[in-house]
C-alpha cells in the first residue's frame, strides 16, 4: 500500500494520548512543531488531546490507582486548564492560536449538534486556529462516553471531513502479538482492510501498553469507523523527535486504509434517514450538485416540507428528477425565506447567518444516474 505524502491530504486529525503527554512539556513542543510544519504545507490539523485527568490528578492530590467518577470528572475539571494551557504555550513560537472544544456522545450522534460542531471546527480552521478537542470528562457519565480519545479522534475525523486520522500512541504501530511477551511478533506496516483477524489482534497485541483508558483494540476500533468515512489512519510512537513526520518515512507506524471514499460520508450521514422535505432547484444549482458542490441559496426555486436543520431532504431537478438527498443546514421556515437569495442576502433576511450553503457538500448524497 503506497503511502500518501502529508501534504496530500487537505485534512488531517491528531490524537495524543495521555502516557506520552506525562514525559513532559518537550512532548507538547515536538507535536506542536510537526503540525506547524504541516500547516505551513496547507494542511489543516485539528488535534484530540487526552490528559485532563492524568494532569488534574496531582492538582487535587488524588491518589494513584484507580479513580471513582467523581473523582475522575474534579480530576478532569482541574487539569483541563492545564492542558489547554499547555498546548497555547506549545504553539505560540509559531506564532499559532489553539481553541479548546469540549465534546460529549450526544453531539456527535445527534444531527443537529453534529452540524453545530462542525460549523464551529470549520470556522477555527478557516481562522487558522488549532482546535484542541477533548471529551468533556468533566460532566460526562459511565453511561454517556466515548470512554477513549481514540473513538473521539474518529468521529472529529468525521466531523472535519479528515483525510488522514493519526493515533500518537506509546507504541509504534500494530503487532502480531505483545513484542513485550512476544520477541518474534511482527510489527504490521500496511493493512489494507480491519478484518477479523486483525481485530482479533487488538484484544492482545500492546495489551499491557499505555495509561489511559483506550489501547490497541480502540485504536482499531477508532480506524475502523475512520476507514467507513474515507479517512486512512495511521498508528505510530508519540516519541519520535517528529513523530507526525517521521510518518513519512518508510517502517514507521502501521497505516489503515481508507475502505470508503468521500461520499462514505454522505452515506454515513443521509443513506438510512427518512426524507422530511424536498427541494428544487434550477439547472445551474444542479450542475453543482452533480459535479460535487454545495448546494446554495440562490439556486434552490422550492422548498416543500416540515423540517428542522440537519433533517434529511430530497433534492430534485426542475424537471423533477431526484439528484440525490442530503442534511439540510437551515430548517423548513428559514430555507423558504433564503429560497433563490444570493450569499450575502442571507443576514437581511433573516437576522443572523450560519451557512453559506443550504446544504454542505460532505452532506450530499448522490442518487445513482439513470440507466
Known sequence: MTRPAFDSHGSLVVKVGSALLQAGPERFERIATDIATLRQRGVR??????????????????PSGSLTLEQKQAAAAAGQTLLVDAW???????GIQTAQALITPDVTEQRRRWLNARATLTTLLDLGAVPVVNENDTVA???LRYGDNDRLAARVAQLVSADLLVLLSDIDGLYTADPRSHPDARKLDDIAAITPDILAMGGTANARAGVGSGGMATKLAAAEIAALSGCATAIAHGGENHPILALETPGHGSWFAAEGSQRGRSSWLAGALDVRGHVEIDEGAARAVRSGKSLLPVGVTRVTGAFERGDPVEIHSATGDCLGRGLSGYDAKDARRICGCRTDEIEGRLGYRRSAALIHADDILLAEPSA
Do not use: K
Open 45 to 62: 490539523v485539528t488535534l484530540v488531546s487526552s490528559g485532563a485527568v492524568a494532569l488534574g490528578r496531582p492538582r487535587l492530590g488524588l
Open 88 to 94: 497555547a504555550r506549545a504553539f505560540a513560537p509559531h
Open 141 to 143: 457519565t459511565d453511561e
